[in-house]
């Protein structure tokens, strides 16, 4: 930019191009600007060069999260998973599991306790626009807790209907979406994990009611137990090679 030109350009003007100059023009509006000797573009510059050095900051901590993707990245497809809340032991959570592609950045993904609401929403839509595949692990986990509440359904038997409820619905979304089992039967299992029985049997193991306790943890071992038995034979009906394995 001829200096003529930088000197026509009002402060105000210059502040405007540099709130809307994405992060890929910010080394040009540096360049354009660092020779113009008035305060306020000094300071606008300055600016400009925190923003940029923010950028490769954020670059270099989204290369350290994708450790695992560089350690594992021989496996065709890495899955991210995380649950809502205090997880099992204060009751029924929400997990979510999520697919990205190989090389994918996706800049400030973070903790959504250290985001903002605004920027959670931004990142909401990226992640879903970018993700190969993003399940959400609440439905069979509901239908087990309405089996044990409404139907005096025992438990375990409640579980392994949950877990086959959730591998039923895995191959159905595999076979009309595409998207891996993996996405919906880890989320959907992670939350039935019997957290609150497994606590009640340890407080109960504290107060020395040993009756109480070995019940609780035999309730908790029974329920871990037809889980997989659950996923195992939702996958038996739905995947003929599964099912003639050798």
């Known amino acids: 930019m001829e200096v003529s030109e930088m000197e026509e350009r009002k402060i105000g003007q210059i ?24 305060s306020g573009v000094i300071k606008l510059v300055e600016q400009a060069k925190k923003r940029l050095q923010k950028l490769e900051e954020e670059r270099k901590r989204i290369w350290k999260l994708q450790e695992y993707e560089r350690k594992y990245g021989q496996y065709t497809y890495i899955c991210g998973i995380d649950e809502v809340g205090r997880g099992p032991l204060a009751g029924p959570v929400v997990a979510g599991a999520v697919i990205l592609p190989k090389d994918c950045d996706i800049l400030y993904i973070n903790d959504s306790k250290k985001l903002t609401a605004a920027k959670r929403e931004e990142l909401y839509d990226e992640i879903m626009e970018k993700a190969v595949a993003a399940g959400i692990g ?8 309405e089996l044990v509440d409404l139907t005096a359904c025992p438990p375990a038997a409640a579980a392994f209907m949950g877990a086959l409820a959730a591998g039923l619905l895995a191959s159905l979304i595999k076979s009309r979406v595409g998207y891996p089992r993996i996405s919906v039967t880890v989320p959907s299992i992670v939350i039935m994990v019997p957290g609150l029985y497994l606590y009640r049997g340890f407080y109960n193991l504290g107060m020395m009611s040993l009756s109480a306790s070995a019940s609780w943890f035999a309730s908790a071992i029974l329920i871990v137990a037809a889980l997989p038995l659950g996923l195992i034979f939702a996958r038996i009906l739905t995947d003929k090679t599964f099912r003639y394995c050798t």
Not at 16 to 25: G, H, I, S, Y
Not at 138 to 145: E, G, I, K, P
């Open 15 to 38: 502040k405007e191009e540099l709130k809307a100059a994405t992060e890929a023009m910010l080394p040009s509006f540096i360049m354009a600007y660092e020779s113009d000797e008035r």
């Open 138 to 145: 609440a439905v069979a986990n509901t239908f087990r807790l």
